[in-house]
């Protein structure tokens, strides 16, 4: 279960519940992989509420890692989500809203 003090989230994906958390070392990866330069170009590149699928894939990727889960972004693309793109919108949304607050 997901601890939310810690920025964790639940959410199902693949057929299993997993648990997604944006660590120190997750959102190293999410700036580098989508060349956000800080965490701030990160946070700003995400409040407008555009997202690409591969902004969707990268955020939900580094997620899982960073909540121990061992998967590759190709691995993940190929995973059903619940909710589909829509689900998948909503977890990446409450990821950011639990790493960044209520400006994400």
């Known amino acids: 279960m ?7 989230v639940d959410a199902v994906i693949g057929g299993e ?3 997604l958390c944006l660590t120190l070392g997750a959102l190293a990866e999410l700036e ?4 956000a ?6 946070a ?3 409040s407008g509420g555009r997202v690409s699928a591969r902004d969707l ?7 899982l890692r960073g909540g121990g889960n061992a998967i590759s972004d190709d691995d993940l693309a190929r995973l ?3 909710g589909g793109l829509k689900g998948a919108a909503e977890i990446a949304g409450r990821l ?8 994400a």
């Open 57 to 63: 894939t990268a955020i939900l990727g580094a997620g």
């Open 17 to 19: 519940r997993k648990t």
């Open 37 to 42: 330069g800080d965490l701030v170009g990160l």
């Open 96 to 103: 950011l809203k639990a790493t960044f607050g209520e400006a």
């Open 32 to 35: 580098a992989r989508l060349q």
């Open 44 to 46: 700003e590149r995400f």
């Open 80 to 82: 059903s989500i619940e």
């Open 2 to 8: 997901a601890n939310t003090q810690r920025g964790e």
